[in-house]
C-alpha cells in the first residue's frame, strides 16, 4: 500500500481509505451494505491486511459510527478516523448545519458513538451559507483546543466556499482545511474544472468519493444492456445525462473493458487505479457490498496504470470545457499555472 501526503499536513493517509458507509446498513442505506456486525468486522480486517490506515464515515450514514466504533475497540490506535457534521439526526430548527451550537454537539455525540477520545479528521458535510464561516472556524478552534479533532476537511464544497474559509481563516489565523472529500471518477470530472486547481494552488489533499460513480464503472453496466441482477437498481446517474454526455460515458466504460482485459483484472480496479493517477488526489474511499467486492476494489492498490492505457482513459471520458475555460484556453494559454495546466493541459 501507498502512502500519501495529506494536503500540506504532516499526515500519511494510505492511498485507498475504506467507506463505511456501506456499514450503515438501516433506511435508506440499506440497498447499499449491510449492518451485520460480522461481515462488518471482516471487511475492516481486509482493509487492515492490505494496509488501508483511513476509515471514512459521517454522522448522516445511519448506523455506520456505531457499527464503527464496536470494531474499533481495542484497536483504535491503528486508524486514522474521519468522520463529517452538517445534517441533522433529529428534529430541531439547530439541529442541522455549521453553527457551534449544532458543531460542537454534533462533534461529541461523534465520539460517543464511535467510542474513541478524538477525532484525526473532522470534515464538514456541506455548505452552510446562513452561518458566518468566522462562526464554524471558531467552533472548530475551540475543538482542536480540546484535543477532540486534530485536522479538519471540507466536503461538498463549491471552488469559492472552500476558499472564502480559507481566506478567514488565514485572516483569524484559525484552522484551516487540510483536505476536501469530493466526487471524483472517471464518469464525473466535474472537479477539474475548479476544485482541483483550487486543490493545487492552495495545497489541499483530495479524498475522491464514489470513484466508481455508484457502481456505474464496475463493469456491471454496459451499452443496450439491462442493469444486472443485484445491482442496485436502475444505471447510477442515467436520470441526469445528456446526449453527450452518456456517449461519453459509454466509450468509457468500453475503454474501460478493454484495459481491464489486457490486464487481467477487474474494470473497477482500472477505474479506481485512474482517479489515484490524478493530480493531488491523497486517497480514494472505496467501500463494498461484500467481501467479493472488497476484494476487487483492493487490486488497485497494485495496478499502475501505463501512460498510454491513462491517455486513453483521458481522451475517451474528457468532458467539455466550461466558460471562463474555454475562453482562456483559446486567449491566455502563454501564461497558465501549474493549476491552471492540471485542467487546461490536455486541450493544448
Same mark, same amino acid.
Given at each position: 500500500?501507498?502512502?500519501?501526503?495529506?494536503?500540506?499536513?504532516?499526515?500519511?493517509?494510505?492511498?485507498?481509505?475504506?467507506?463505511?458507509?456501506?456499514?450503515?446498513?438501516?433506511?435508506?442505506?440499506?440497498?447499499?451494505?449491510?449492518?451485520?456486525?460480522?461481515?462488518?468486522?471482516?471487511?475492516?480486517?481486509?482493509? @487492515?491486511?492490505?494496509?488501508? &490506515?483511513?476509515?471514512?464515515?459521517?454522522?448522516?450514514?445511519?448506523?455506520?459510527?456505531?457499527?464503527?466504533?464496536?470494531?474499533?475497540?481495542?484497536?483504535?490506535?491503528? #486508524?486514522?478516523?474521519?468522520?463529517?457534521?452538517?445534517?441533522?439526526?433529529?428534529?430541531?430548527? &439547530?439541529?442541522?448545519?455549521?453553527?457551534?451550537?449544532?458543531?460542537?454537539?454534533?462533534?461529541?455525540?461523534?465520539?460517543?458513538?464511535? +467510542?474513541?477520545?478524538?477525532?484525526?479528521?473532522?470534515? =464538514?458535510?456541506?455548505?452552510?451559507?446562513? !452561518?458566518?464561516?468566522?462562526? !464554524? *472556524?471558531?467552533?472548530?478552534?475551540?475543538?482542536?483546543?480540546?484535543?477532540?479533532?486534530?485536522?479538519?476537511?471540507? /466536503? &461538498?464544497?463549491?471552488?469559492?466556499?472552500?476558499?472564502?474559509?480559507?481566506?478567514?481563516?488565514?485572516?483569524? +489565523? /484559525?484552522?484551516?482545511?487540510?483536505?476536501?472529500?469530493?466526487?471524483?471518477?472517471?464518469? &464525473?470530472?466535474?472537479?477539474? $474544472?475548479? *476544485?482541483?486547481?483550487?486543490?493545487?494552488? $492552495?495545497?489541499?489533499?483530495?479524498?475522491?468519493? /464514489?470513484?466508481?460513480?455508484?457502481?456505474? @464503472?464496475?463493469?456491471?453496466?454496459? $451499452?443496450?444492456?439491462?442493469?444486472?441482477?443485484?445491482?442496485?437498481?436502475?444505471?447510477?446517474?442515467?436520470?441526469? #445525462?445528456?446526449?453527450?454526455?452518456?456517449?461519453?460515458? %459509454?466509450?468509457?466504460?468500453?475503454?474501460?473493458?478493454?484495459?481491464? !482485459?489486457?490486464?487481467?483484472?477487474?474494470? /473497477?480496479?482500472?477505474?479506481?487505479? #485512474?482517479?489515484?493517477?490524478?493530480?493531488?488526489?491523497?486517497?480514494?474511499?472505496?467501500?463494498?457490498?461484500?467481501?467479493?467486492?472488497?476484494?476487487?476494489?483492493?487490486?488497485?492498490?497494485?495496478?499502475?496504470?501505463?501512460?498510454?492505457? @491513462?491517455?486513453? *482513459?483521458?481522451?475517451?471520458?474528457?468532458?467539455?470545457?466550461?466558460?471562463?475555460? #474555454?475562453?482562456? @484556453?483559446?486567449?491566455?494559454?502563454?501564461?497558465?499555472?501549474?493549476?491552471?495546466?492540471?485542467? =487546461?493541459?490536455? %486541450?493544448?
Amino acid at each position: 500500500m501507498e502512502y500519501r501526503q495529506l494536503g500540506r499536513s504532516g499526515l500519511m493517509v494510505s492511498a485507498l481509505s475504506f467507506g463505511t458507509m456501506t456499514l450503515g446498513g438501516d433506511g435508506g442505506f440499506a440497498k447499499m451494505g449491510s449492518s451485520d456486525r460480522g461481515a462488518a468486522m471482516r471487511q475492516v480486517d481486509a482493509c @487492515l491486511d492490505a494496509g488501508i &490506515n483511513l476509515l471514512d464515515t459521517a454522522d448522516a450514514y445511519a448506523q455506520s459510527e456505531e457499527v464503527l466504533g464496536e470494531i474499533l475497540q481495542g484497536r483504535r490506535a491503528r #486508524w486514522l478516523v474521519a468522520t463529517k457534521a452538517r445534517f441533522a439526526r433529529a428534529p430541531g430548527v &439547530n439541529a442541522a448545519g455549521l453553527s457551534r451550537h449544532h458543531l460542537i454537539e454534533a462533534c461529541e455525540d461523534s465520539l460517543r458513538r464511535l +467510542r474513541t477520545d478524538h477525532i484525526d479528521l473532522y470534515q =464538514l458535510h456541506g455548505w452552510d451559507g446562513r !452561518t458566518p464561516v468566522e462562526e !464554524t *472556524l471558531g467552533a472548530l478552534d475551540h475543538l482542536l483546543a480540546a484535543g477532540k479533532i486534530r485536522y479538519v476537511g471540507v /466536503s &461538498n464544497f463549491s471552488a469559492w466556499h472552500v476558499m472564502k474559509m480559507i481566506g478567514a481563516a488565514a485572516a483569524m +489565523r /484559525s484552522v484551516a482545511p487540510v483536505a476536501q472529500q469530493v466526487h471524483y471518477s472517471l464518469a &464525473n470530472r466535474d472537479i477539474e $474544472q475548479e *476544485l482541483v486547481p483550487l486543490a493545487i494552488d $492552495q495545497g489541499l489533499g483530495i479524498l475522491a468519493w /464514489s470513484p466508481l460513480s455508484g457502481g456505474l @464503472l464496475s463493469g456491471k453496466y454496459r $451499452q443496450g444492456e439491462p442493469a444486472p441482477a443485484g445491482a442496485r437498481g436502475s444505471i447510477p446517474g442515467a436520470d441526469h #445525462w445528456t446526449a453527450e454526455s452518456e456517449a461519453r460515458i %459509454y466509450r468509457t466504460i468500453d475503454e474501460l473493458a478493454g484495459i481491464a !482485459t489486457e490486464r487481467g483484472v477487474a474494470a /473497477s480496479a482500472v477505474a479506481l487505479a #485512474w482517479v489515484l493517477a490524478r493530480p493531488q488526489v491523497a486517497s480514494i474511499i472505496v467501500g463494498a457490498r461484500d467481501e467479493r467486492q472488497l476484494t476487487q476494489n483492493l487490486a488497485a492498490a497494485e495496478l499502475t496504470l501505463s501512460a498510454e492505457e @491513462l491517455d486513453r *482513459l483521458e481522451r475517451a471520458s474528457r468532458p467539455p470545457l466550461l466558460y471562463p475555460y #474555454w475562453h482562456q @484556453l483559446r486567449h491566455a494559454s502563454d501564461r497558465l499555472a501549474a493549476a491552471d495546466l492540471s485542467l =487546461l493541459g490536455p %486541450y493544448l
